[in-house]
């Protein structure tokens, strides 16, 4: 039996989220984004959640083998037995050592690193488009969902502004970051010969049809 156990790579702004969905959906996968996991985890108090609590509430990271933890957790699941797609970790080449040891005592591996590839200036230019009512929060887009008078929120009729986060060189530094952790992310996965460069400045419907095609052909690979 082929499992598909796949990470998702991409900066902000790259669609990780909408093709990771997709992913979920057509492979019938669980979808594993690593915050969710963690709140969930210390919702539940279960053991590894409430050490994990113990670290958020001194404000401090919570430790890569913990985050694995609660990762070996989920993926040793009866629903994960096909494979899993997970999203937001590793973020470093020791968090991917980490975790690829851990996946094999499980008797497992990674099939494939997805890297959503979205350059700078795109990702500048579908986030900076975001508009933020200044009242309530309701969210625009200047592109690809715009209010209907500009400058003006649908839902309560306020001001819509761009906030800090949404403002282009924040945005670029935020890139700044991504690419400087993540590049020997990439690079690790390179050398692994598991890493799969998906083109992602096409529709996303055109990107998760090429993500698709690639996953099939590699399941048909892994049977023969
Ligand atoms: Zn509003």
């Given at each position: 039996m082929s499992e598909l156990n796949l990470i998702l790579l991409g900066p902000p702004g790259s669609g990780k989220g909408?093709?990771?969905e997709r992913l979920q959906a057509?492979?019938?996968?669980?979808?594993y984004a690593t915050g969710d996991i963690l709140r969930a985890a210390v919702r539940d108090r279960s053991k590894l959640g409430r050490?994990?609590?113990q670290y958020m509430d001194r404000g401090d990271l919570v430790p890569d083998e913990v985050i694995i933890g609660l990762i070996a957790e989920r993926v040793e699941r009866s629903e994960a037995a096909d494979g899993f797609i997970l999203d937001g970790f590793p973020?470093?080449?020791?968090?991917?050592?980490a975790l690829e040891a851990e996946m094999a005592e499980l008797g497992r591996r990674l099939t494939a690193a997805i890297l959503i590839d979205v350059s700078d200036e795109e990702v500048v230019r579908r986030?900076?488009?975001r508009r933020t009512c200044a009242k309530e929060g309701h969210v625009f887009?200047?592109?690809?969902?715009?209010?209907?008078?500009?400058?003006?929120?649908d839902v309560c009729g306020s001001k819509l502004v761009v906030r800090d986060d949404d403002k282009p060189e924040v945005i670029r530094h935020r890139?700044?970051?991504?690419?400087?952790?993540?590049?020997?992310?990439?690079?690790?996965?390179?050398?692994r010969g598991i890493l799969r460069r998906i083109e992602g400045e096409s529709p996303p419907e055109e990107v998760g049809d090429r993500i698709r095609a690639?996953?099939?052909?590699?399941?048909m690979e892994e049977e023969l």
């Amino acid at each position: 039996m082929s499992e598909l156990n796949l990470i998702l790579l991409g900066p902000p702004g790259s669609g990780k989220g909408t093709q990771g969905e997709r992913l979920q959906a057509d492979f019938r996968l669980p979808y594993y984004a690593t915050g969710d996991i963690l709140r969930a985890a210390v919702r539940d108090r279960s053991k590894l959640g409430r050490e994990a609590k113990q670290y958020m509430d001194r404000g401090d990271l919570v430790p890569d083998e913990v985050i694995i933890g609660l990762i070996a957790e989920r993926v040793e699941r009866s629903e994960a037995a096909d494979g899993f797609i997970l999203d937001g970790f590793p973020r470093t080449t020791a968090q991917a050592e980490a975790l690829e040891a851990e996946m094999a005592e499980l008797g497992r591996r990674l099939t494939a690193a997805i890297l959503i590839d979205v350059s700078d200036e795109e990702v500048v230019r579908r986030l900076s488009g975001r508009r933020t009512c200044a009242k309530e929060g309701h969210v625009f887009h200047v592109e690809f969902d715009p209010p209907k008078n500009e400058g003006v929120c649908d839902v309560c009729g306020s001001k819509l502004v761009v906030r800090d986060d949404d403002k282009p060189e924040v945005i670029r530094h935020r890139l700044e970051q991504y690419r400087e952790k993540t590049e020997p992310l990439i690079s690790h996965f390179e050398q692994r010969g598991i890493l799969r460069r998906i083109e992602g400045e096409s529709p996303p419907e055109e990107v998760g049809d090429r993500i698709r095609a690639m996953l099939a052909t590699l399941k048909m690979e892994e049977e023969l």
